[in-house]
């Protein structure tokens, strides 16, 4: 199986949501999801502890997506709304998190699971 799969990616209009799934196989306390646009590295955009409610968002989303569970589907989503150009390019879940995850959970370095990935494309 594989561990993590990412799914809901697709092309809408600036100002379009779009909601992502990361369905995981292992029970991983932190699970993130990273964003990477076109020519550039992979950035953390959202994360969420599937024990508890700790989450954590960087400044560019907040008030925009949102990132939530449901631990019986053992999925994670991503909830993106007023979408706009930039957000653009490939998502990725992340999962297996070494580290101090409150201060430490954007380093892509500290994940060693990783899904495929899923495509969004924001058209102006």
């Known amino acids: 199986q594989v561990p993590l799969v990412e799914s809901g990616g697709g092309s809408v209009q600036a100002g379009e949501s779009l909601r992502l799934s990361c369905t995981y196989t292992?029970?991983?306390?932190?699970v993130t999801w990273f964003h990477q646009a076109p020519g550039k590295g992979r950035e953390a955009v959202a994360g969420?502890?599937?024990?508890?409610?700790?989450?954590d968002y960087i400044d560019d989303v907040k008030g925009r997506f949102t990132i939530s569970k449901d631990l019986a589907k053992k999925t994670v989503y991503l909830q993106m709304n007023s979408l706009e150009p930039e957000d653009s390019g490939m998502y990725y879940c992340?999962?297996?998190?070494?580290?101090?995850?409150?201060?430490?959970?954007?380093?892509?370095?500290?994940?060693?699971?990783w899904g495929e990935g899923t495509q969004v494309t924001v058209s102006s």
């Open positions: 992340a999962a297996d998190f070494n580290g101090l995850w409150r201060v430490e959970w954007r380093r892509r370095e500290n994940y060693n699971q």
């Open positions: 292992w029970r991983w306390n932190f």
């Open positions: 969420i502890a599937t024990a508890g409610s700790a989450t």
